[in-house]
């Protein structure tokens, strides 16, 4: 009941330009079979492996930080169960109300050095003095990695927080009684019954952080041009389609995009047992 609505959707939306991209990836311009010669002409290109290095880097420390920051957050304020933690998971959850772009937006003017009110922290802790500097291609990762979380911590903690109120109460009374105090009881009780919901966080998180395209294309109209438009995986796949004409190059990058996703999802979900039932 729940789920029918969303499979019409997820066939047209999802799998069948899926497959569309597929067959492509496999196939040469006039439509005959080209093998795996798509991948090692996109691997060859010179702007492949930079984009692909900025996608590990950025996903990186946005899922480092997620996990830690997010879990830790949900548990210190699950820990402190009243109106003040309500308020503040209202608050983390304010900024995940505006869009990606509006986000951009947003940040490219707090990294404005001339307008940004924390403008003394780029001047003296970033050595920022322009804006160009507050952008600088070795920053990128960790900045797109700050707007990331900055947009989607705080549905991450509601969800978490929810996980957190599944469980018993019973069980964490036992564990008072038998001596253990609050971070006893966050990493040896509520940590491990909330793994299944950090994986899931962390398959969904991973899936979007590859497919990164909004933040640098953005970051590159407004630096005009400083920051390269291959800069991830994604604009590469676009550049290679919409000015190149090349769609089964591009194809090839999107089912790079898709093989790496499943593995790592495939990783996580054998390694936390996401999808097994206690008995």
Known sequence: MFVGPYLPFLVVFGVLPMIYAVGLAFTDDAGGWAGFRNFTRTIGDYRFLPAFGHILLYTSVWLGSLVVLVVGLTLLLHGRANRVSSTFRFLFYIP????????????????????????????????????????????????????????????????????????????????????????????????????????????????TGTQLFVEPQLVNQASLGQVPDTWSANQLAFQLAFRYADFNAAAAVSVDLLAIGLIAAALIVTRTGLFRTDD
């Open 96 to 207: 995940g109300a505006l869009a990606g772009a509006s986000s951009v937006l947003v940040w490219l003017f707090m990294l404005d050095p001339a307008v940004s009110p924390g403008s003394f922290l780029l001047h003296d802790v970033f050595g920022a003095q322009l804006f160009v500097e507050s952008i600088a291609p070795g920053k990128l990762p960790f900045i797109f990695a700050m707007i990331a979380f900055w947009t989607g911590a705080g549905g991450w903690i509601v969800i978490m927080y929810g996980a957190l109120n599944t469980i018993p109460q019973d069980l964490e009374d036992a564990a008072r009684i038998d001596g253990a105090g609050p971070v006893t009881i966050a990493l040896r009780i509520k940590l491990p019954l909330i793994r299944k919901w950090i994986a899931y966080m962390a398959i969904l998180s991973f899936a």
